[in-house]
T-cell receptor
Framework: DAGVTQSPTHLIKTRGQQVTLRCSPK?????VSWYQQALGQGPQFIFQ???????QRGNFPDRFSGHQFPNYSSELNVNALLLGDSALYLC?????????????FGPGTRLTVT | KQEVTQIPAALSVPEGENLVLNCSFT??????LQWFRQDPGKGLTSLLL?????REQTSGRLNASLDKSSGRSTLYIAASQPGDSATYLC???????????FGTGTRLKVLA
């Protein structure tokens, strides 16, 4: 049974560019959350998607947007990249109906903005 | 506003010691408290989840407790091994919300 997968593993972008990160949830999970983890810090909640809609959002600007597809996979889009967006981006999925909100994390995408 | 604090920030111990990692949260109206392990540059591995109706959970050499009234959770690691070296993070979920609030973690190094 595949766990949560994320792509790409690493990414280098230039300030002002746009980036799309992808996440496939664990089999049987229908809820996807995205987190940003700066070096030496705990993950910060960006938003959560359920039934293809954003259910809750953290304190991130509108440059951060997302999408969930009918197969429950999700994308995180960041526009107008800033140096401060360099971080590990983590996706987590949850089996909402069976065990509400216990989260299983993917390996992350390391984004470097130069 | 929920804040989560982890003490100590770093810990270095010889192999075989029993350890206690602490997690404090400011809002007692939590629904879940989840402990994770993170290896350098990697994602998070779930260790234990304690729901608000529970007081503790155990898995192998790990035991986590939850005291909502005092705003504390502890992770107990028995007979530590070098393979336990990692950063340990706790995360609290407030009832009625969907976002976990994470602490900054405890970096553990177990020396052989």
């Amino acid at each position: 049974d595949a766990g949560v997968t994320q792509s790409p593993t690493h990414l280098i972008k230039t300030r002002g560019q746009q980036v799309t990160l992808r996440c496939s949830p664990k089999s049987g999970h229908d809820t996807v959350s995205w987190y940003q983890q700066a070096l030496g810090q705990g993950p910060q909640f960006i938003f959560q998607y359920y039934e293809e809609e954003e259910r809750q959002r953290g304190n991130f600007p509108d440059r951060f947007s997302g999408h969930q597809f009918p197969n429950y996979s999700s994308e995180l889009n960041v526009n107008a990249l800033l140096l401060g967006d360099s971080a590990l981006y983590l996706c987590a999925s949850s089996p909402y109906r069976d065990n509400p909100l216990e989260q299983y994390f993917g390996p992350g995408t390391r984004l470097t903005v130069t | 506003k929920q804040e989560v604090t982890q003490i100590p920030a770093a810990l270095s111990v010889p192999e075989g010691e029993n350890l206690v990692l602490n997690c404090s949260f400011t809002d007692s109206a939590i629904y879940n408290l989840q402990w994770f392990r993170q290896d350098p540059g990697k994602g998070l591995t779930s260790l234990l989840l304690i729901q608000s109706s529970q007081r503790e959970q155990t898995s192998g050499r790990l035991n986590a407790s939850l005291d909502k009234s005092s705003g504390r959770s502890t992770l107990y690691i028995a007979a530590s091994q070098p393979g336990d070296s990692a950063t340990y993070l706790c995360a609290a979920l407030r009832g009625g919300t969907y976002k976990y609030i994470f602490g900054t973690g405890t970096r553990l190094k177990v020396l052989a």
